[in-house]
């Protein structure tokens, strides 16, 4: 891919351990592959108990319809990749249900998705942001954002429009290739020192009945030793 190629240059040399991708376009409706990575994936919802916001392939996608009222989240991570995500992203829409707008977010983490989060992005059809998440304990214990921006256009929300976000980590600093070919550059010591093998994508509401749906027509992640 040219946008992968072009990110690398950014990045310090690296020996690759893990890839692992999965284009859901090809892929039959139902439960999304058990293995992501080298290992078991890990399908999981909030709330627990809401079987519609779990993460599962229709028409192509892996993509969720929740009935819940409120804040609603599924999520799909990928097993150990063996060493640090390097490089995690995916391509997706948006599909319109009762007109408030949906996000979706890449996370790497050290467990299975629990902070702390070194990688913490977030994009909806009107901005997208860029931050770190402490560990349990840790003060302070929320989403502390590093960089955010509103779009000059908005992102459709058509359920045709494919997009696409990568985001290639390379010790401080996160490269991010956004939407509509916008780059930044995030710099923080934590991005560095809280690396972690797991890779989660995420398809979040906060009105989970009105949101947007999130539907990953493609997801990938890399993990890599720097040498």
Not at 30 to 50: E, K, T, V
Not at 84 to 107: K, N, Q, S, Y
């Amino acid at each position: 891919m040219k946008r992968n190629a072009q990110l690398r240059s950014h990045v310090s040399k690296q020996h690759i351990v893990g890839e692992a991708r999965l284009n859901f376009q090809v892929l039959p409706d139902g439960p999304p592959p058990a293995n992501f990575g080298p290992g078991p994936a890990l399908l999981s919802a909030a709330p627990p108990d809401g079987a519609a916001t779990e993460l599962r392939i229709v028409g192509g996608k892996l993509t969720n319809e929740s009935t819940v009222s409120g804040r609603a989240a599924g999520y799909y991570t990928s097993a150990s990749m063996g060493a640090p995500i390097t490089t995690i992203g995916a391509r997706w829409t948006f599909t319109p249900r009762a007109g408030t707008p949906g996000a979706m977010a890449l996370v790497v983490s050290q467990t299975a998705l629990h902070p702390p989060f070194p990688v913490h992005l977030v994009i909806t059809p009107n901005f997208w942001s860029f931050g770190v998440w402490p560990s349990d304990g840790m003060v302070p214990g929320e989403l502390h954002t590093l960089q955010w921006q509103r779009f000059r256009v908005p992102l459709k929300q058509d359920g045709t429009r494919v997009y696409e976000t990568q985001v290639e980590i390379d010790g401080e600093r996160a490269h991010i290739e956004l939407p509509h070919g916008q780059r930044r550059i995030v710099r923080d010591q934590r991005i560095a020192d809280w690396a972690g093998s797991f890779a989660t994508f995420e398809a979040y509401s906060d009105h989970g009945l009105t949101d947007s749906r999130v539907g990953f027509t493609e997801i990938w992640a890399q993990s890599s030793r720097v040498h």
